[in-house]
């Protein structure tokens, strides 16, 4: 529906059009303002009609090899114009296995959903199929052909992403070719493919590069990002908005903290007391379907979701329960005060080793998550932060100890959580039908110098590093032939920065890592730094963590993006090149997610993005 005003406060030579959707109307008004795209930047300029200036999007799309493109594919050369078409004038051919094919159609629905996303008027409830786009528009066609080659529907660690994408134009068809070794790489290659097309701001549809070639594999086989669930809790719907936006950076692992010593959000049907003591609410609750549901919203999206469950450390509420079913104590400490003698923050807990029940609870909890989250190819075990003192003045821990002749000194007791890492390691076997699932921890104390291959073996676990980039633990853990993540936290924890939540100042990790941090640290560059070589080998990608002591769902898309962003065009392309050459696309490409549904932070002023390159120090 169009209607023609004339108002006195406008030229009267305007034709203001009022398009009406749905509740909202908006002025859809000619500006003075053109692009131009001049030494790979887009120019504002007024336009006079002399030269044929563009919209900003369009000049976004073709300005330069990856200008309109996150993360930066290894390689690009795109065309420099554009076709136009709707939404509806798209068709999909595919030649894929069978178990690939419905997977293929569910990514194809959610492309499509993408773009209905670029129209401004988008909303969840009134756009339709054909709305709001313009019908008048001429009935170019857009053909998409996908061939995947191999039939897996699960990632892993060595799982092909790459893809190859050609994008051609004929007379009023253009043809999109995308070849694929797994589903994984097709579907990376359909969100390349939605930064290939953009809204045409004038004319009210979409418009696509008419010709370009892309050949795009990932530098990392993990680009991960954690949320911490027991901090503060989650809705299903903030889950699934963060896992959107890791699909739109082709990040693949979201690591989910689901548990710690704060809340026990995870209802599990064989042991309903956990999240019955430990949830913060009945509201705040995991059912089993919504894992099952998640892990599948994840596979779709090119994303493995990675369980975490943190241990001997880092529980504590949920665990009250034992001495009432006959079980005995299953933590110690839990909530006891004053904390700073106990643990690293409030509420303290640790699990009682001097009980053997809680190997009988733990193997419900490994049992039922490794089902819930099927099938796994790695599963988390924490393992960080354990407070010697807290075992050491419990009175059942220290009585175990000695009548097993341990002694109390540090090593004893680390030798008694190494015997506990190994025994759960074995559980998790079990539950795992018996197949070995690589393990991740994260470095303790357990991997302090001296000690890594002392208790943990290189063959079975996964060390996850987050310390500084600085530390010295780097350069042993490498040299030692372990496998590793890097979430160095004076790069990588992206809730650092900010007011303290005990006490007064900023909190532990501060400052704040801008993008910039973010986006220039190379794990690479920091084992080179420390070993003289980049061991490649044997860095299997990196992870931003965000611990949500202050964080919940109302703040957290400002935290993760685009600083999320950063971190995946770092593990996807690796880049040679440092942060400034990528700010131009970032602030692009933070207005996409803005459209997806994501409130990214906001980079630089609006004039900055419209003025490529006058906004530098
Ligand atoms: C545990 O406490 C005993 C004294 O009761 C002390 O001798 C020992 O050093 C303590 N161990 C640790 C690891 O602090
Ligand atoms: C580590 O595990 C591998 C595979 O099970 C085994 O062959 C090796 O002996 C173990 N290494 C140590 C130091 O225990
Ligand atoms: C680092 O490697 C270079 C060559 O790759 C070599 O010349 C240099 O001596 C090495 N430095 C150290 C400290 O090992």
């Not at 194809?108 to 993408?114: D, P």
């Not at 097709?186 to 953009?198: F, G, N, P, V, Y």
């Not at 409030?346 to 809680?358: E, T």
């Not at 890592?513 to 420390?530: R, T």
């Amino acid at each position: 529906m169009g209607r023609v005003l004339r108002t006195r406060t406008w030229p009267v030579c305007l034709l203001i059009t009022l398009f009406i959707h749905g509740n909202t109307a908006s002025f859809n008004m000619p500006s003075p303002w053109g692009y131009q795209c001049l030494d790979y930047k887009c120019v504002k300029e007024e336009n006079t009609g002399v030269v044929g200036l563009t919209t900003l999007n369009e000049c976004k799309l073709t300005c330069g090899a990856s200008s309109s493109l996150w993360p930066k594919p290894q390689t690009a050369q795109l065309g420099k114009t554009t076709a136009q078409f709707l939404p509806r004038a798209i068709t999909l051919d595919h030649v894929s296995p069978p178990t690939v094919s419905p997977l293929l159609l569910e990514a194809f629905h959610l492309f499509l959903n993408n773009l209905d996303k670029h129209h401004p008027q988008y909303s969840d409830k009134t756009v339709t199929w054909s709305e709001p786009w313009d019908p008048s528009v001429s009935s170019h066609m857009v053909q998409v052909k996908v061939t995947i080659q191999q039939p897996d529907i699960w990632l892993t660690l060595l799982t092909d992403e790459s893809y190859q994408l050609v994008v051609e134009t004929s007379a009023r068809v253009t043809t999109v070719t995308i070849i694929a070794p797994t589903f994984f790489g097709a579907r990376h290659a359909l969100e390349t493919l939605a930064q290939l097309i953009a809204y045409h701001e004038t004319r009210d549809n979409l418009m696509i590069v008419t010709s370009a070639t892309v050949r795009d594999a990932p530098a990392f086989p993990y680009r991960g990002l954690l949320l911490d669930t027991s901090r503060n809790y989650f809705s299903v719907a903030a889950l699934e908005r963060t896992i959107d936006a890791m699909a739109a950076n082709k990040l693949n692992t979201f690591h989910w903290h689901i548990t710690d010593s704060h809340s026990f959000p995870l209802n599990l049907e064989s042991l309903p007391n956990m999240a019955y003591y430990g949830a913060y609410s009945s509201n705040s609750i995991y059912h089993p379907l919504d894992v099952v549901h998640l892990v599948k919203y994840a596979r779709v999206r090119g994303i493995r979701l990675l369980p975490e469950f943190d241990a001997p450390a880092h529980v504590g509420n949920g665990w009250q329960w034992g001495e009432r079913q006959g079980l005995g104590k299953l933590a110690v400490c839990v909530n006891k005060e004053p904390w700073q003698q106990y643990c690293v923050e409030p509420p303290c807990g640790q699990l009682n080793l001097a009980n053997p029940n809680i190997y009988k609870v733990l193997s419900e909890i490994y049992r039922e998550m490794i089902q819930l989250f099927a099938p796994v190819d790695l599963f988390h075990y924490g393992g960080d932060e354990v407070n010697l003192n807290c075992w050491n003045t419990t009175e059942e821990m220290t009585s175990w100890m000695k009548a097993q002749n341990y002694g109390l000194d540090a090593d004893a007791y680390y030798g008694q959580w190494s015997v506990f890492q190994e025994k759960v390691r074995q559980l998790v076997t079990q539950a795992h039908g018996g197949v070995e699932v690589p393990g991740i921890l994260w470095t303790s104390h357990l991997t302090e110098k001296g000690r890594v291959n002392k208790y943990l073996n290189n063959t079975k676990y996964i060390i996850q590093i987050w310390t500084t980039g600085q530390d010295a633990l780097i350069a042993e853990l490498l040299q030692k032939q372990y496998k590793v993540i890097f979430s160095n936290y004076d790069a990588w924890y992206l809730d650092c920065g900010g007011g303290a939540w005990v006490g007064e100042g900023n909190n532990w990790c501060s400052p704040y890592s801008g993008w910039q941090k973010v986006y220039d640290n190379s794990p690479h560059a920091i084992a080179k730094a420390l070993t003289n070589s980049t061991h490649a080998n044997l860095i299997l990608g990196g992870e931003a963590a965000l611990w949500t002591e202050q964080i919940d769902e109302e703040a957290v898309d400002a935290r993760l993006w685009p600083r999320g962003a950063a971190l995946a065009e770092r593990l996807w392309t690796n880049p040679s090149t440092g942060w400034a050459d990528a700010e131009y696309r970032l602030i692009h490409h933070r207005q996409r997610l803005v459209q997806r549904g994501v409130s990214a932070e906001r980079i630089q002023p609006q004039w900055c993005h419209q003025n490529e390159g006058l906004c530098y120090a």
